[in-house]
C-alpha cells in the first residue's frame, strides 16, 4: 500500500516479571527505516509489547498518513481491538471483575490509536515464523532486555539488511472464527477456564473433565487453567501461540 506507514513490534523478558526490552521497526512511505529500541527492569512481557507499540505510534504521531502495525502478541491485537471496549465501559473492571492489568498503558495506547481517526490498522504476525522484520525486532528487544543492546538503524531503506515485505500469509496468525461459524466456540466470561492445544488448535473449556477428553493420550497436547484474558495471553505466549 503506497503512503501507508508500516511499523512492526515486539517485547521481551528474561523471565516475567524480570528485565525487559522492547523494540519497534518503523518502514516510512519515503523509503526510510527507523529501529526504535528500549528497556526496564523489572517489568513483564506484555508490558514490554505494549510499549513498543506506544513508541512507535507516539514516533509517528504527527504524520497524517495511515499505519498498518504487526506484532505477535495477541494480547495486544485482542486488547485494542476489543477487549478494551468493555474495559471502558465496566469502569477499567475485567469481566471477572478485576482490575485491568497495566491500564496505564492501555489507555496511552487507546489515546494514539483513537487520534489516528480509523487510519490504524493492525496485523497480528506469527512469532519466529521466518518473517525478517519480526525477526529483526526480537533481536533488538532481546538486546535490551539482556543490557546489551544493539545498535539501533536510521537511514534508507536500502541500507537496513533485511527484507522489506509484508507478512505472507505462511507469517499470519489465522482470524478467529466468526459467531456465526460452526467452528466458534465462545470464551467463558468470568471465572477460572481451561486452555487446551492440540496440533496446533487453541480450544477453550468450561470444565476440567471437557479438557481432559480432548488432551488426555494425544501426544504433543497442552493444557492449563487460567482465570483471565490476560493469564491466557501469557501462557499463551509462553507456547509460542
Not at 501507508?4 to 518502514?27: E, L
Not at 509517528?60 to 494480547?75: A, C, I, M, N
Not at 518473517?131 to 543492546?149: F, L, Q
Not at 471465572?191 to 496440533?199: A, D, F, I
Request: include cysteine.
Amino acid at each position: 500500500m503506497e503512503n501507508t506507514i508500516f511499523i512492526y513490534s515486539d517485547g521481551a523478558c528474561s523471565g516475567n516479571p524480570g528485565p525487559g526490552g522492547w523494540a519497534a521497526v518503523i518502514v516510512l512511505p519515503e523509503g526510510t527505516v527507523r529501529e526504535l529500541g528500549g528497556g526496564e527492569r523489572p517489568t513483564t512481557n506484555n508490558r514490554m509489547e505494549m510499549l513498543a507499540a506506544i513508541a512507535a505510534l507516539t514516533a509517528v504521531k504527527d504524520r497524517p498518513e495511515p499505519v498498518k502495525l504487526y506484532t505477535d502478541s495477541g494480547l495486544l491485537v485482542n486488547g485494542i481491538k476489543g477487549w478494551i471496549h468493555g474495559w471502558k465501559h465496566n469502569g477499567w473492571m475485567t469481566s471477572g471483575g478485576q482490575n485491568v492489568v497495566n491500564r496505564d498503558l492501555w489507555e496511552r495506547l487507546d489515546k494514539l490509536a483513537q487520534a489516528r481517526h480509523g487510519r490504524l490498522a493492525w496485523g497480528h504476525v506469527k512469532g519466529h515464523a521466518g518473517h525478517e522484520i519480526n525477526e529483526r525486532c526480537d533481536v533488538i528487544a532481546v538486546s535490551y532486555s539482556k543490557g546489551t543492546p544493539v545498535k539501533l538503524y536510521e537511514g534508507p531503506a536500502v541500507g537496513c539488511g533485511y527484507s522489506l515485505l509484508e507478512p505472507g500469509e505462511e507469517h499470519m496468525h489465522k482470524a478467529a472464527p466468526s459467531r456465526g461459524s460452526t467452528k466458534y466456540k465462545p470464551k467463558p466470561k468470568a471465572g477460572t477456564y481451561y486452555l487446551s492445544v492440540v496440533n496446533g488448535q487453541i480450544e477453550r473449556h468450561a470444565t476440567w473433565p471437557q479438557c481432559q477428553a480432548r488432551v488426555i493420550g494425544v501426544a504433543g497436547a497442552r493444557f492449563k487453567k487460567v482465570s483471565s484474558a490476560e493469564e491466557e495471553q501469557t501462557q499463551l505466549k509462553a507456547w509460542g501461540l
